[in-house]
């Protein structure tokens, strides 16, 4: 599959929701706007394109900026041996973007680790919750105003109610 | 108040509640597994991780691209000469360096040792708690001659951090080979014996086959890759999907299992270690000869050096540290990429030369290192247990913006409840062994 192909079948399908295409170091780009996620996504597990491995999901921040986190995803084509980054903007104030969990089974703990981290909301997420920190961790320690060296209060014994 | 887990929220009251972990000693790594039984049957259950998490990216997003590279060799802590790679490897792609042949070729024996050595302890911990005890003592035998090959190159058994951005840090040592033979020899003997002790052993076969069966379509929802994928007979390998160093110009085959049982996940790792040493021994021939003499203990003390260098050039030979023993000057241009501001200098110019002591100090100041372009990139190698991902967001300094991993047994560990459902506690081991978690890379 030829990524140009891709892309233009892309652009016919969802037009003017498409912000960007780029190549960086050799990798393909694609930023979408948030709101069309899962429908790019099922349009890209779908044949022909056949992305059927989620490779990975993370977010980034762009602490000062506005939008200010991108969500970034790296699609995989066993069929075609192709990778593919989708990124989709975010704003500051109260991030929530679709969950991916319909379509990929490694969506549940990969956006669990983006909630814990980043405090982004996964609409349609079935069990958002942190998970590697505990419950009782205040503030999302990925994010840039999060200070290295933050310490935090040691908690009670948990007990049962 | 803590909230309700999912289990505790969905378990029937009538049932067995039961927290295997967080430190227990077949749950080799800390993570907790609760399970509703009933009677020894697993009807539904819950990973908690994160018992290691010790804040891998936001530490790195705070190192220069240099000084993070220790950082790597502690999360897959088995292989990590591979997590080497693949870090230097992603930082190669964004620079646009390119690496001498024969730094290639090492990186290739290395990274393969240590893929063995990952396998060999993956297959040791999961065949020990199923009590196959001896077969543990012939994997860690073999192991421990494939740490003496990577502790006589890099001066380590586990924190490596070998290999370097732009090359490898020392060339090979002058009895490489012949470490390296006695290693291949013990290994092809152990894996010999362990195929003959449990191929087709009545008891292992009973415990693995049939159990903890991932089809194909699960795998790839999942996002497995590695051993775990090939064993549900998926065609996928990075070295021959997305070739990087010499692995195209090497022949070696992708084992695939068939059914993606537990006996699969082992049987493809074993058929994988001999595949390895098979591109361990090719690579050794494709080795170019030195051309640099060997080290030597000869020569003037360092300190000797500069207070001459302060009257006149200073040409004589430098005995160097011990420590520094195969990246002296005369092998820079086997093993390290002449591009500049990318490697550390030649100890040799820092001591003599002006030219050499500042190219020295701005490699190693603050906000002088190395550093790359405005931008991001994703780059990937096979690891131990499965695709070894980084993406780097570089903002032009000296330290990563954003630098995330993609840890293969973290994908594979998320499939650990659906995987054990439905079977017996003492299965939940062995399928456990199989996905080969390892603390320090899932948790980072």
């Not at chain 2, 802590?77 to 992603?90: A, E, F, H, Q, R």
Request: with cysteine; net charge neutral; hydrophobic share 35%.
């Amino acid at each position: 599959m030829e990524t140009k192909k891709l892309i233009d079948d892309l652009k016919r399908k969802f037009s003017n929701k498409i912000v960007e295409t780029t190549q960086q170091f050799g990798d393909d780009i694609i930023v979408i706007q948030a709101d069309i996620l899962t429908d790019v996504a099922a349009f890209l597990k779908e044949k022909p394109y056949d992305f059927a491995m989620l490779l990975d999901l993370t977010c980034v921040d762009y602490r000062g900026r506005e939008p200010r986190f991108e969500m970034v995803y790296h699609f995989f084509s066993l069929s075609h041996n192709q990778r593919l980054r989708v990124k989709a903007p975010l704003p500051g104030k109260d991030p929530v973007i679709a969950s991916l969990t319909p379509y990929w089974k490694n969506a549940d703990w990969l956006e669990r680790e983006v909630y814990d981290m980043f405090g982004i909301i996964f609409e349609g997420h079935p069990d958002l919750r942190r998970l590697f920190m505990y419950d009782e961790f205040e503030g999302y320690p990925l994010r840039k105003d999060y200070p290295l060296r933050k310490r935090q209060p040691i908690i009670r014994m948990r007990s049962e109610e | 108040m803590t909230t309700k887990t999912r289990i505790q929220k969905e378990a029937d009251k009538e049932n067995l509640m039961i927290n295997m972990g967080p430190s227990h000693p077949a749950m080799h790594g800390t993570i907790r597994i609760m399970l509703e039984l009933d009677g020894e049957k697993v009807l539904n259950s819950e990973v908690e991780v994160g018992y290691l998490h010790r804040g891998f990216e936001k530490t790195c997003e705070n190192r220069t691209y240099f000084n993070l590279l220790p950082y790597t060799d502690r999360l897959n802590y088995v292989s990590p000469l591979i997590n080497n790679c693949g870090y230097v490897m992603t930082m190669e792609k964004m620079l646009g360096i390119e690496t001498p042949e024969k730094a290639q070729i090492i990186r290739v024996i290395m990274c393969e040792l240590s893929r063995i050595a990952d396998h060999l302890t993956a297959l040791a911990a999961m065949t020990m708690e199923c009590g196959a005890f001896t077969v543990f003592l012939y994997y860690i035998q073999a192991r421990e001659e494939i740490w003496n090959v990577i502790e006589q190159t890099t001066g380590a058994r586990m924190t490596t951090s070998y290999i370097r951005i732009g090359g490898v840090r020392a060339d090979l040592h002058p009895d490489f080979e012949e470490q390296l033979k006695k290693a291949v020899t013990v290994t092809r003997k152990v894996l010999k014996d362990v195929k003959g002790l449990l191929d087709k052993n009545k008891i292992w076969m009973d415990r693995t086959r049939n159990v903890a069966v991932v089809s194909p379509e699960t795998a790839v929802n999942y996002g497995f890759t590695g051993p775990c994928l090939r064993a549900s007979g998926v065609y996928y390998d990075v070295r021959k999907a997305h070739p990087y160093l010499v692995y195209d110009r090497i022949n070696f085959e992708v084992p695939l299992g068939e059914k993606g049982d537990n006996y699969d996940r082992y049987a493809v790792r074993m058929k994988e270690m001999e595949q390895s040493l098979r591109i361990v021994e090719q690579a050794v021939g494709m080795l170019p000869k030195s051309r640099a003499p060997l080290s030597s203990k000869e020569g003037i003390e360092p300190a000797e050096a500069v207070k001459a260098s302060r009257e006149k050039r200073e040409t004589r030979k430098i005995r160097l540290s011990p420590n520094l023993e195969g990246s002296e000057k005369e092998r820079y241009s086997d093993i390290l990429s002449r591009t500049a501001n990318a490697v550390v200098p030649p100890k040799e110019d820092t001591y003599t030369t002006i030219e050499g002591l500042i190219s020295h100090f701005k490699f190693f100041m603050k906000g002088h290192g190395i550093r790359p372009p405005k931008g991001e990139v994703y780059f990937s190698v096979e690891g131990g247990s499965g695709e070894l991902g980084f993406y780097i967001v570089s903002d032009g300094t000296d330290k990563p913006y954003r630098l995330h991993l993609r840890a293969p047994c973290f994908h594979i560990v998320a499939a650990l409840e659906e995987m054990i459902k439905g079977h017996y506690v003492a299965d939940i081991i062995p399928t456990f062994g199989s996905t080969n978690m390892i603390g320090g890379e899932m948790d980072r």
